[in-house]
């Protein structure tokens, strides 16, 4: 079955580090994957996309890329603000089943001053 | 603004109440999702509608009843609740065909049962 498996948190950093979030799935054909945000207080937002491989999706500063040999795609960012803390969820939609969104189970952020 | 709607934001209710949770979507989406997220499972999908037909029940215990009267609303009817149930409820649309386009959510009710 299709599945996404993230790197466990909680995640503390300080601002203008480097970060990674790793994410690896598994899914029969070729899924779409995407990465959702979600601040405190607030329900989950789409951060970034890639619909096929090899794709880059980016967004304020956070990037994603599709890579198909690997089935990954590992959220970075070069320089991280406070404002970034929040929880980060991995997630992908397989053709078979386009409204079956499956997600991973979300890295928590925190940024320190 | 997500255009995904949640009434209430957050709701107190005794273990033998029978109360209800509202989601409304104007963005013309077909299919729209119940998930429960609390401390131990981060996110957990309830209930699915693609065209008002309830397409997956992921095991729910029947003291959640959902209710999609149309393609813009949803509901999550609970009665004799748990405390264990107390976690945010969040609700999602999506546009079924389309495996490429995303889940837009809305800030979700913060359930607490005592």
């Known amino acids: 079955g299709n599945s996404v498996t993230q790197m466990e948190g909680p995640v503390t950093l300080s601002e203008e580090a480097f970060l990674t979030i790793n994410c690896t799935y598994t899914?029969?054909?070729?899924?779409?994957l995407f990465w959702y945000v979600q601040y405190p207080g607030e329900g989950l937002q789409l951060l970034l996309k890639?619909?096929?491989?090899?794709d880059k999706g980016s967004n304020k500063g956070f990037e994603a890329t599709y890579r198909k040999e690997t089935t990954s795609f590992h959220l970075e960012k070069g320089s991280v603000q406070v404002s970034d803390s929040a929880v980060y969820f991995c997630?992908?939609?397989?053709?078979?089943?386009?409204?079956?969104?499956?997600f991973g189970s979300g890295t928590r952020l925190s940024i320190r001053p | 603004e997500t255009g995904v709607t949640q009434t209430p934001r957050h709701l107190v209710m005794g273990m033998t109440n029978k109360k209800s949770l509202k989601c409304e979507q104007h963005?013309?989406?077909?299919?729209m999702y119940w998930y429960k997220q609390s401390a131990k499972k981060p996110l957990e999908l309830m209930f699915v509608?693609?065209?008002?037909?309830?397409?997956e029940n992921n095991s729910v215990p029947s003291r959640f009843s959902p209710e999609c009267p149309n393609s813009s609303h949803l509901f999550l009817h609970l009665h004799t609740l748990q405390p264990e149930d107390s976690a945010l409820y969040l609700c999602?649309?999506?546009?079924?065909?389309?495996?490429?386009?995303?889940?837009?959510f809305g800030q979700g009710t913060r359930l607490t049962v005592v």
């Open positions: 997630a992908l939609t397989a053709y078979s089943s386009a409204s079956k969104i499956i």
């Open positions: 963005l013309g989406h077909n299919a």
């Open positions: 890639a619909t096929k491989a090899d």
């Open positions: 899914a029969t054909g070729y899924p779409s």
């Open positions: 509608y693609n065209f008002k037909e309830q397409t």
């Open positions: 999602a649309s999506s546009q079924e065909e389309s495996r490429d386009t995303e889940a837009f």
